[in-house]
């Protein structure tokens, strides 16, 4: 079972930066793509970023594009979100999730359906 802890979440003003990271551990083999997504009180969860494991794709919600970086680092399991120039609008709890696929049509990495483990949150609050 692969489990996700996410962290770096923080108190940041706006126009600053955070980075997240997201450690994955046991039966890592399995996972093929990461993801990014986000969450505000009475809203559904919203796709920020995608990277496949293996490289050579990644994705990220228009919101985000240009100010968001994903990246990962194999040999640690780990996969980062370089959040910069942030917005007040980009408070919320971010999630990190894990699928065992890849997919050919682009906008399944925009699904929380198609990912298969989650973490539990880190939680970012951009000040105005």
């Known amino acids: 079972q692969v489990q996700l802890v996410e962290s770096g979440g923080g108190l940041v003003q706006a126009g600053g930066s955070l980075r997240l990271s997201c450690a994955a551990s046991?039966?890592?083999?399995?996972?093929?793509?990461m993801g990014w997504f986000r969450q505000t009180p009475g809203k559904d969860r919203e796709f920020v970023a995608t990277?496949?494991?293996?490289?050579?794709?990644?994705d990220y919600a228009g919101s985000t594009k240009g100010r968001f970086t994903i990246s990962r680092d194999n040999a640690k399991n780990t996969v980062y979100l370089q959040m910069n120039s942030l917005k007040s609008e980009d408070t919320a709890v971010y999630y990190c999730?894990?699928?065992?696929?890849?997919?050919?049509?682009?906008?399944?990495?925009?699904?929380?359906?198609?990912?298969?483990?989650w973490g539990h949150g880190t939680q970012v609050t951009v000040s105005s």
């Open positions: 999730a894990a699928s065992r696929y890849i997919y050919y049509n682009r906008n399944s990495y925009y699904d929380e359906r198609k990912y298969d483990y």
């Open positions: 046991g039966g890592t083999f399995s996972i093929l793509t």
């Open positions: 990277i496949r494991w293996s490289g050579g794709f990644s």
